[in-house]
């Protein structure tokens, strides 16, 4: 089944410091992808998605690259802040069919703490 | 605007006791889903409404899971005798159509006894 699998966290950076969080998927046909973010005490919010394949998703300074020969989609940030800490969650949607379900699938997250 | 609303925002239920859950979502918004949220676990999917009615149900743990949308807004997931393996917490979210970025709720934090 279509499935998404993200690195094992947590992971600790220092302020400025360079981060990834890898993400991998497996789908059936032409999915959409996304990285969401919960801040603590917040519910999740988009941060970026990409559509079709070579799309760069970006905000905020994330960046993450559609990769359909590697079906990846890592995050990546260049100099992280403390601002950044929270749950980051890889999913992928699959194209409209209709009458189909449109259900997110989500990875398990990754945790991400930013010290100054 | 107003976003997702979901009630309660905790709920402490003794095993065996029948639970409702609400979820009001952004007006407009044709697509609900709800998932559920398990320390460890991620996000794992529940059920997903276009409308009133819902084509994927596949996600919904057992029988004693339910849930309804009415006039294409509110909805309730209902769990019928609860079992101490049902804590978690419960997020919906909406969209203004399938395709749509989902918004979520700040969920409802199910704790059974």
């Known amino acids: 089944g279509d499935s998404v699998t993200q690195m094992e966290g947590p992971v600790t950076l220092s302020e400025e410091a360079f981060l990834t969080i890898n993400c991998t998927y497996t789908a059936t046909g032409y999915p959409s992808l996304f990285w969401y973010v919960q801040y603590p005490g917040e519910g999740l919010q988009l941060l970026l998605k990409a559509t079709k394949a070579d799309d760069k998703g970006s905000n905020k300074g994330f960046e993450a690259t559609y990769r359909k020969e590697t079906t990846s989609f890592h995050l990546e940030k260049g100099s992280v802040q403390v601002s950044d800490s929270a749950v980051y969650f890889c999913?992928?949607?699959?194209?409209?069919?209709?009458?189909?379900?449109?259900?997110?699938?989500f990875g398990k997250g990754t945790k991400l703490t930013v010290n100054p | 605007g107003a976003g997702v609303s979901q009630s309660p925002s905790n709920k402490v239920t003794e095993k065996g006791k029948d639970v409702e859950l609400r979820c009001d979502p952004i007006s407009g918004h044709t697509a609900l889903y709800w998932y559920r949220q398990s320390l460890g676990q991620g996000l794992e999917f529940l059920i997903y409404f276009q409308g009133n009615s819902a084509p994927d149900k596949s996600g919904l743990p057992s029988d004693r899971f339910s849930a309804e949308r009415t006039g294409g807004s509110v909805s309730t997931l209902t769990i019928q005798r609860t079992q101490q393996e049902d804590s978690a917490v419960y997020l919906c979210?909406?969209?203004?159509?399938?395709?749509?970025?989902?918004?979520f709720g700040n969920g409802t934090r199910l704790t059974v006894t």
């Open positions: 999913a992928l949607r699959l194209t409209l069919t209709q009458g189909g379900s449109e259900k997110l699938v």
């Open positions: 979210a909406s969209s203004l159509r399938a395709d749509s970025p989902l918004h």
